[in-house]
């Protein structure tokens, strides 16, 4: 399983063992990965739905996730979905645990998981995650599920990259400040309070439904571990969806999702050069840093001019 | 691209029935410790849940851990779903409570090491360093 | 003579009732010199805070011991869990220990008998009859006890998510025996809450299983009055790598849990209390062991009297079985787990247990060969009938150091177990998967430190040789899933399969509503149900439980 054509032909075929290697070569920077990423940019990436769910560790995510999927599955589609979560910062590592809450799907073939590591940088894992989006798509995932823990900038980044974006919070657990603080709540458009059976639930919805109704936010209650709301949830994705690709919105979003890619991709590019480039710059970097800046991207600029030839790597060509 | 360069993807899994997963627990979190992205699949699953689990996450290493002594059925099963799932050039080690004569058997059917309790973990992580390193050269071109 | 009048109140009253209901095993106990050994040695002033804190055994808060004499009136049980393979490979075992001197059989069951799968199922594969005897229908359980009068011996079980039905069986087959449930001594260890926590056995959500339970407790209560119906177990949570405060600190805490389901269904405290046994691990560092067992008898009998308002004195009692920790055993140089397991287990017999089971010195390698158990049983005899110990009460009683640190241990366990109350008890800590947290915590320091030479393990970091000899390894036969599977394959096509499914279907009905379960499974039983199939009735009604995330 090492050639490109056979792997993009495998995607098709919704072969697994392609499908994990393909979203591999982007994720670890293969040489052949722009080769890759040429081949897999089908029409129906904009047929399908990119949910994006997020919320504080303890909330049920994994609970309602699974239910969704049981629900898509039901309904006859494939779906997708890219569990992220935090890389160690001292080793690097991560323990990406999500797989356990979803072993029930384990032998479903049309159920494609794959988790990823923050790897410490935004802009990189925004690019792999997008790139592992567009391999499930193209695998025939309709939606593909995005899920990310946490408040930080990074879950932030990766979940803009969806279509329609839940927040599920539950009472007691997590900080709503946080999340407030945090800004999620404000590019949540379904804001899900979970375990709503138990004490708070109410209150914690009341509140919502105040600070979001003149938001356009849909605030919904479910009880993912007994399945209950999960209909409802699924038809509020299904009616946002549908309004979203009539009135335009969907397409805007995509176009807004694809300039924050591109960007992403292009400082990434930028930071490879910016830091050889600087490697060779004479002296210890005395004097003002932004001078330096500028004087380091005018150069790039004129280099850019002058020749065709380039030291990018393949992937970003 | 500014990627980090992770050491590798591991998967531990827990095949069979039995729910002691002290060990497995323990080498995640070393593994994890030592710069490796690790998917943990929880206890009691299948040996065609684990290799499918593998091929989807792509990893570099399968690690499983048996203690109730039926790695002589468990394990091999695990090799033969992952070879049918197209995944059997990934190297898999086991541990658990297995003794000497059954190792050199299950090394012979393929298992790439077999660790007996007591081991230093530091002997256990240096082999999924060398197996993942040895996997990645085959799998990846990088620059 | 001490004459202080609560010395003189306990003599007259608890010690000499006892004294006349069992005397002691001999007239006098005598040193090696052969002076008298004291019965209870005590300070020579004994003041209020004495009595508050150590007081007398058999007497709150039971420091001491839970009974007056402890072993001068009777040694603990000596109760070696066995089980292999089929149910008449075990029973063979059984013979031979009760030949050998045991007084408790100790059933273990396969990993599909305790997660509820019969040996034909798919993932039972590999797995039939390799860490106990494999069950599926009353059948199996007749050839277990097969010449073993039921009424003579007490028989421990371990077995958790499907108690009910493996009691049923035990009933059913004393039955056919001519015995009568009433007259079954024994105990089910029925704790569930462990199982999410450490050990894994598993098969419905917190919720349910915890109806299960307190079906047993109750039916027990009426039916079997003389059997222990839950053993609150903190011995897989610390193989699972806890600390001794979390072992114990976690294993009251579902007790708890258990009592606050009974007093729900009703039940008087006092009726279930004294049904209720513990079962704790005995590891190596000794004297915070023997610490760990005096404080875990006085936390608990203060738990039961101002928590839970519990009048009579038995419902106090901490009674528990104590097993050596497998957990500390190593594959290098395994003959020094013979003398690991002795300290360990010298350490639970001076901490006061009501049972024991030394593990064998093979068990990092293996199942234990029958060589290994009786090194393992005669530990505990030679402990008995020569060390000594066993001539006074709670010798270690008023050393500086064993009732402080005894205090310290109370004081953290009751403290641990205040912060899971403060965060919405037991169910709700495992459900978030916190407990399991701490534990994975500990148990990674542990290692750590076994690592880094911190913590020196004989043989295994320091003192290694380098030629080490491999012992002989127990060899499970081949063909016992082939048979088991032809056993139960056989009973499917000569049983009436009409009766069985509309017994299933009663059980169905039953378990939908608020009817206890037990007589509908015993009737299932009887009309010979696998045990996976009665289980799959339970699992169509209560779903099964997934595993949380951990770290």
Redesign the interface.
């Given at each position: 399983m090492n050639d490109i054509d056979e792997i993009v032909k495998g995607i098709y075929l919704k072969e697994p063992r392609a499908i994990g290697r393909a979203i591999s070569i982007i994720e670890d920077g293969d040489q052949r990965a722009g080769a890759l990423l040429k081949q897999i940019n089908a029409k129906n990436i904009q047929e399908s739905t990119i949910l994006g769910i997020t919320g504080p560790i303890g909330t049920g995510k994994s609970t309602i996730i699974n239910q969704l999927i049981a629900h898509y599955r039901k309904q006859g589609n494939r779906v997708g979905i890219v569990a992220i979560d935090p890389s160690s910062p001292v080793s690097g590592g991560a323990f990406l645990g999500d797989r356990i809450r979803m072993m029930r799907h384990a032998m479903d073939k049309d159920v494609v998981v794959r988790s990823m590591a923050t790897r410490g940088k935004q802009g990189g894992l925004c690019a792999a995650a997008a790139a592992a989006v567009r391999i499930m798509i193209c695998s025939g995932c309709d939606p593909v599920i995005i899920e990310t823990v946490g408040v930080g900038q990074a879950e932030i980044d990766v979940v803009r990259l969806a279509d329609i974006t839940i927040l599920v919070l539950a009472p007691g657990v997590g900080d709503e400040i946080q999340m407030m603080k945090a800004g999620i709540i404000e590019i949540a458009d379904i804001v899900v309070v979970n375990k709503a059976e138990c004490p708070g639930a109410d209150s914690l919805f009341m509140e919502l439904e105040n600070v979001l109704h003149q938001r356009n936010c849909t605030v919904c209650r479910v009880i993912a571990r007994e399945a209950y709301g999960i209909e409802k949830l699924a038809v509020f994705i299904g009616v946002i969806d549908k309004e979203r690709r009539k009135s335009g919105q969907f397409t805007n979003k995509r176009k807004q999702t694809r300039e924050t890619e591109i960007i992403d991709y292009a400082i990434e590019m930028m930071r490879d050069e910016l830091r050889r480039r600087l490697k060779e710059y004479p002296g210890n970097y005395t004097g003002d840093p932004r001078t330096i800046a500028r004087k380091l991207i005018d150069d790039i600029c004129i280099a850019e001019l002058d020749t065709s030839k380039r030291n990018c790597p393949e992937v970003f060509l | 691209?500014?990627?980090?360069?992770?050491?590798g993807?591991i998967l531990i899994g827990k095949p069979?029935?039995?729910?002691?997963?002290?060990g497995a627990?323990?080498i995640?979190?070393?593994?994890?410790?030592?710069?490796?992205?690790?998917?943990?699949?929880?206890?009691?699953?299948?040996p065609?849940?684990i290799a499918?689990?593998a091929?989807?996450?792509?990893v570099d290493v399968v690690g499983l851990s048996v203690l109730?002594?039926?790695h002589?059925?468990?394990f091999p099963?695990v090799l033969k779903a992952l070879h049918q799932?197209?995944?059997g050039d990934i190297p898999v080690i086991g541990g658990g409570?297995i003794?000497?004569?059954d190792i050199q058997h299950l090394k012979e059917l393929g298992m790439y090491e077999i660790f007996?309790?007591?081991t230093?973990?530091?002997t256990i992580l240096n082999t999924f360093r060398e197996a993942t390193e040895k996997y990645r050269q085959?799998?990846?071109?990088?620059? | 003579m001490n004459k202080h009048p609560a010395f003189v109140e306990w003599k007259e009253t608890v010690l000499k009732k006892t004294l006349e209901r069992f005397p002691e095993r001999q007239k006098e106990f005598k040193t090696d010199s052969g002076f008298p050994a004291e019965r209870l040695a005590l300070p020579e002033e004994i003041d209020d805070k004495y009595l508050l804190k150590i007081g007398f055994p058999g007497q709150y808060p039971f420091t001491r011991g839970v009974q007056p004499t402890m072993y001068r009136g009777r040694l603990w049980t000596m109760r070696q869990y066995a089980g292999f393979s089929s149910a008449e490979e075990s029973n063979k075992r059984y013979r031979y220990l009760l030949e050998q001197g045991t007084t408790g059989l100790s059933v273990a069951f396969d990993l599909p008998t305790q997660i509820g799968y019969d040996s034909d199922h798919k993932i039972s594969r590999g797995e039939v009859g390799r860490v106990g005897a494999a069950i599926d229908t009353f059948a199996d359980m007749e050839a277990l006890f097969n010449g073993i009068p039921l009424d003579k011996v007490s028989t421990s079980m371990t077995i958790n998510s499907p108690t009910a039905i493996l009691l049923a069986m035990y009933v059913v087959v004393a039955e056919r025996q001519g015995i009568k449930p009433a007259q079954l001594a024994g105990t089910v260890q029925n704790d569930i809450l462990k199982e999410y926590i450490a050990r894994g056995t598993y098969i419905f959500p917190p919720h349910p299983s915890i109806r299960l339970m307190t079906d047993i407790i109750e039916w027990c209560s009426r039916e079997m009055p003389q059997f222990n119906t839950i053993s609150v177990s903190g011995y897989h949570i610390r193989e699972a790598g806890s600390t001794a405060v979390q072992e114990i600190a976690f294993t009251f805490a579902n007790a708890c849990t258990y009592v606050e389901a009974a007093i729900c269904a009703g039940l008087d405290v006092d009726v279930f209390a004294p049904r209720m046994t513990f079962f704790f691990n005995a590891s190596s560092d000794f004297l915070e062991e023997i610490a760990k067992f005096r404080a875990a008898r006085r936390l608990w009998a203060r738990l039961m009297k101002e928590r839970f308002k519990a009048k009579d004195p038995a419902s106090l009692k901490l009674r528990f079985h104590t097993q050596t920790a497998g957990y500390t055993l190593t594959a290098q140089q395994v003959d020094n787990n013979i003398v690991r397991v002795t300290l360990q287990a010298l350490a639970a017999v001076l901490g006061g247990t009501q049972s024991l089971h030394t593990n064998s010195r093979d068990e990092a390698l293996t199942l234990p060969l029958e060589d290994s158990v009786r090194t393992a049983l005669r530990t505990q005899q030679i402990i008995a009938y020569e060390s000594g110990v066993c001539n006074t009460v709670d010798p270690l009683a008023g050393s500086y150091y064993i009732e402080n640190l005894t205090d310290r241990m109370e004081q953290e366990i009751s403290a641990l177990i205040d912060r899971i109350d403060a965060a919405g008890g037991m169910i709700a800590a495992i459900e978030s998967g916190s407990v399991q947290r701490q534990i994975e915590e500990s148990s990674y320091t542990y290692q750590q430190q076994i690592e880094n030479g911190e913590r020196i393990v004989i043989g295994q970091n320091k003192f290694q040789e380098t030629k080490e000899v491999s012992p002989p390894v127990f060899q499970i036969n081949k063909f016992i899933e082939e048979n088991q599977v032809m056993k139960l394959l056989k009973i499917r096509a000569e049983r009436d399969n009409q009766k069985v499914r509309k017994s299933l279907a009663h059980l169905e009905e039953a378990v939908r509503g608020k009817e206890n379960v037990m007589p509908h499974v015993i009737e299932a039983v009887r009309c010979y149900a696998t045990l996976g199939e009665i289980c799959d009735v339970l699992r169509k009604v209560f779903g099964v439980y997934e595993e949380t995330k951990g770290y």
């Open positions: - | 691209m500014d990627i980090q360069q992770c050491r993807r069979g029935l039995d729910g002691h997963d002290r627990k323990i995640a979190r070393s593994l994890r410790d030592d710069g490796f992205e690790v998917i943990y699949t929880g206890i009691r699953r299948t065609e849940e499918l689990t091929i989807q996450e792509d109730s002594g039926a002589n059925e468990l099963e799932a197209k995944g409570i003794p000497e004569e007996t309790s007591g230093p973990v530091q085959r799998k990846h071109k990088i620059i | -």
